[in-house]
């Protein structure tokens, strides 16, 4: 079955180190998204990518950094200068601009904490 | 701008209670709206969408109907089961995706459904 892989599911960061979270898709869709989710409260988007080897910033990327090179692959690194990293992230993908009434498909998402 | 708003929760229910959760949206033209449903430690699921005026959309036992006249998106169960217990989120589409295909997210709706 099709469909959005996320790894790892839970993750360790200790201070100061970055880390990369894992998001693979065999839906051959063109457009992909980051979303950090905190307790409690609703999806704020990080970056997303309408096509490969492009990306945009979305709300709150200060401290991420992503990247696009294939189609089915858009890895997120939290990187050191994220001071708060302990969430919830979530990866979204849907097919390109030119079908523009579809919803976007979820992965189980990865829990990152602080050690 | 576009804009997605969602009772605030938590809900709390007695199995085979009627459910509704409200969502209110702020829109130019005829976006797409759809909900989702997110179970603890889980990413989001797609529970149904509607994609021009009057339509309803359904799935499990749930049901949505876009209102154009009121800016409504309200999902509704005739019959609650415990299994229902999760998150639920209102989202947006803007027409033709607008610029960048982003779903606009309400904040969620945490539903408790007690046997």
């Known amino acids: 079955d099709g469909g959005i892989t996320q790894s790892p599911k839970y993750l360790f960061r200790k201070e100061g180190q970055n880390v990369t979270l894992s998001c693979e898709q065999n839906l051959n869709h063109d457009a992909m998204y980051w979303y950090r989710q905190d307790p409690g409260q609703g999806l704020r988007l990080i970056y997303y990518?309408?096509?490969?080897?492009?990306?945009q910033k979305g709300d709150i990327a200060e401290g991420y950094s992503v990247s696009r090179e294939k189609k089915e692959s858009f890895p997120l690194t939290v990187t050191s200068a994220q001071k708060n990293p302990t969430a919830f992230y979530l990866c979204?993908?849907?097919?390109?601009?030119?079908?523009?009434?579809?919803?976007?498909?979820f992965g189980d998402g990865t829990r990152l904490s602080i050690l | 701008g576009n804009s997605v708003t969602q009772m605030e929760g938590p809900v709390t229910l007695s199995e085979e209670a009627f459910l509704t959760i409200n969502c209110t949206y702020t829109?130019?033209?005829?976006?797409?709206l759809f909900w989702y449903v997110q179970y603890p430690g889980e990413g989001l699921q797609l529970l149904l969408k509607a994609t021009k005026a009057d339509d309803k959309g359904s799935n499990k036992g749930f049901e949505a109907t876009y209102r154009k006249e009121t800016t409504s998106f309200h999902l509704e169960k005739g019959s609650v089961q415990v299994s229902d217990s999760a998150v639920y989120f209102c989202a947006l589409l803007p027409p033709y995706g607008g610029a960048t295909n982003k779903l606009i997210f309400g904040t969620g709706t945490l539903l408790a459904v007690q046997p």
């Open positions: 979204a993908s849907r097919p390109g601009t030119a079908v523009y009434n579809q919803p976007q498909h």
């Open positions: 990518s309408q096509i490969v080897n492009d990306f």
């Open positions: 829109a130019t033209g005829y976006p797409s």
